[in-house]
């Protein structure tokens, strides 16, 4: 993910795994462009990456394939390329810069591993040092 402006991620909905690819571009400063499924369904503000689409889904794959595509066509056009080549006399895109700080702000402390290390320690490693611990001194119930 390291060196990447723009995450495109277009899945089918609702077929979107976990998003974790989506919330580490956040962390190196990526802009997410996405399907409004999943994670970046709820994470997605207006001013921290881009949406492809509204989020509907057509009960027709094909038609939803023809939108989506057609969605995202118009999201790259109308926002993503200008903002990404809208520089200043730096040749700094600063409109998209302020984006990277505001996904990075607004979502970094959101979307990361922290959750999960702690279900993990709370879960499975105290309770299995617990258990352990017991086993040493000739109890065997867990």
Request: some cysteine; overall charge negative.
């Amino acid at each position: 993910v390291q060196g990447v402006d723009v995450w495109l991620n277009n899945p089918r909905r609702p077929l979107e795994a976990s998003g974790t690819s989506g919330q580490k571009v956040v962390l190196n400063g990526g802009l997410n462009c996405s399907i409004l499924d999943g994670w970046w369904a709820e994470a997605f503000d207006g001013s921290n990456g881009f949406a492809i689409g509204e989020g509907r889904t057509h009960v027709n794959q094909e038609i939803q394939d023809d939108r989506d595509g057609l969605n995202l066509m118009k999201v790259l056009k109308e926002e993503v390329i200008p903002l990404y080549y809208d520089r200043n006399y730096d040749d700094l895109p600063l409109e998209w810069i302020a984006r990277m700080k505001n996904g990075i702000r607004t979502l970094g402390w959101r979307f990361n591993a922290d959750r999960m290390v702690m279900d993990y320690a709370e879960k499975m490693y105290l309770p299995a040092a617990g258990g352990l611990s017991s086993q040493i001194k000739g109890d065997s119930s867990l």
